[in-house]
T-cell receptor, first 110, second 115 residues
């Protein structure tokens, strides 16, 4: 069964204090790894898809990287508006379902 | 112009009642999904339809019945509601998951509270 473990569960950062979120996964043949952002009371918002080890994607202060066992979401010089829960999900080959982790809750303090 | 919309946003009902949640997407996607997010924020897939055909049916009580009248709509009907059904239900859609285009776009969620 596909498994996704995210750490840390919760993270408090000072504005401007860069940090990384970890997503470890076990999947029988990775088709894609997905990062989402979820704000309170809202649906998850798609951020990135990574397909193979070594791939990197960036969007504003966020950068996602992928190895064969884990993905990192780096937040550079975060601002309070980056406060959210970040969800990681994997899709296995031959399978349409996404298996989600429990999320990293990030709070950025001004 | 909302991409994935759900109604209602909030639903409060008593045990034993039957209720429905509706979802519509205007992205032209072929595949739609229902997810349940529990109180610990864990997001778990329930069902998926591809072009009106059921393709994912997770271990969900048969009190839950999805229906897709066309590929832009996916509804969820729940019979004999129980306290444990209280959660946030999300609808999502994606273009062609089997072709690797599985970026899923989520609706705003329906918060169901069973009393």
């Amino acid at each position: 069964e596909d498994q996704v473990t995210q750490s840390p569960e919760a993270l408090r950062l000072q504005e401007g204090e860069s940090s990384s979120l970890n997503c470890s996964y076990t999947v029988s043949g990775l088709r894609g790894l997905f990062w989402y952002r979820q704000d309170p009371g809202k649906g998850p918002e798609f951020l990135f898809t990574l397909y193979s080890a070594g791939e990197e994607k960036e969007k504003e202060r966020l950068k996602a990287t992928l190895t064969k066992k884990e993905s990192f979401l780096h937040i550079t010089a975060p601002k309070p508006e980056d406060s959210a829960t970040y969800l990681c999900a994997v899709q296995a080959r031959g399978n349409n379902r996404l298996a989600f982790g429990k999320g990293n809750q990030v709070v950025v303090i001004p | 112009d909302t991409a994935v919309s759900q109604t209602p946003k909030y639903l409060v009902t008593q045990m034993g009642n039957d209720k429905s949640i509706k979802c519509e997407q205007n992205l032209g996607h072929d595949t739609m999904y229902w997810y349940k997010q529990d109180s610990k924020k864990f997001l778990k897939i329930m069902f998926s339809y591809n072009n009106k055909e059921l393709i994912i049916n997770e271990t969900v009580p048969n009190r839950f019945s999805p229906k897709s009248p066309d590929k832009a709509h996916l509804n969820l009907h729940i019979n004999s509601l129980e306290l444990g059904d209280s959660a946030v239900y999300f609808c999502a859609s994606s273009q062609q998951p089997q072709a690797g285009k599985n970026e899923q776009y989520f609706g705003p969620g329906t918060r169901l509270t069973v009393t």
